[in-house]
């Protein structure tokens, strides 16, 4: 008997599910929202650096530990490349916001000399960089081509395969231009971007730079307008 009722209600719950998609598909609409998926490339510069000359305790080949002096903390990131998502959404012509969620993985280089070894030292720690960002992005959608500008912060998840995760702030800077396509659905974004963030140390000071960075990153994408 229930399943007779359920089997006389599926036509409603489907009815009911299609006009909530369909509402919300609207909302969208009228709100100028979007996604966009596209690849890059991060290239790191340095801003700042601090190198500190300190008595640390690190570990050696063999196994076991030293007293030693650490100095001359340099550190600079691979060649990579990744993927960035985004979904727009403008609730005014000219003015809206971005969230974005971006992924990356590359080898970070520390350079440094500790006074128990006569050669520079060099380790290279593979990690993953997930990125969280939200941005006010200030638009024109008049225009053949549509430049825009994003200004935000958010949070960088520094994942390393031998060390332990470090989450770092960042200023998010975006500038770029939209090139709608078919019916202004579906377009074209080209885009540059710069993260500015303190370089991780993993919870290692004696490797730290005590310094800034930008990422600057080149981004091709396609979206997908409601």
Do not use: C
């Not at 060649?79 to 974005?100: C, I, K, Q, T, Y």
């Not at 396509?181 to 991780?200: D, N, Q, V």
């Amino acid at each position: 008997m229930n399943i007779e009722k359920f089997t006389r209600a599926l036509p409603l719950i489907f009815l009911t599910i299609g006009s909530l998609a369909h509402a919300q598909t609207q909302y969208f609409k009228d709100h100028g929202a979007s996604i966009s998926v596209g690849a890059t490339s991060p290239f790191e510069h340095e801003l700042s650096s601090h190198p500190t000359t300190a008595l640390y305790t690190i570990p050696t080949p063999a196994g076991g530990v030293i007293d030693t002096t650490v100095s001359n903390q340099h550190t600079y990131i691979t060649d990579s490349a990744g993927f960035l998502g985004s979904f727009d959404f403008h609730p005014r012509p000219w003015a809206g916001v971005e969230l974005n969620y971006g992924f990356n993985h590359y080898g970070r280089i520390y350079d440094f000399n500790y006074s128990a070894a006569t050669t520079a030292q060099k380790i290279e720690i593979g990690n993953d960089v997930h990125e969280f960002t939200g941005a006010l992005q200030f638009h024109s959608r008049r225009m053949i081509v549509q430049p825009f500008f994003n200004l935000g912060a958010g949070a960088l998840d520094f994942d390393p395969r031998a060390a332990s995760n470090q989450i770092r702030g960042a200023g998010l800077l975006e500038a770029g231009l939209d090139v709608p396509t078919y019916k202004g659905h579906i377009g074209f974004r080209f885009e540059g971007r710069s993260l500015f963030y303190r370089a991780p140390n993993y919870y290692q000071p004696a490797i730290s730079t005590r310094g800034w960075r930008a990422a600057v990153e080149p981004l091709i994408s396609t979206f997908y307008r409601f």
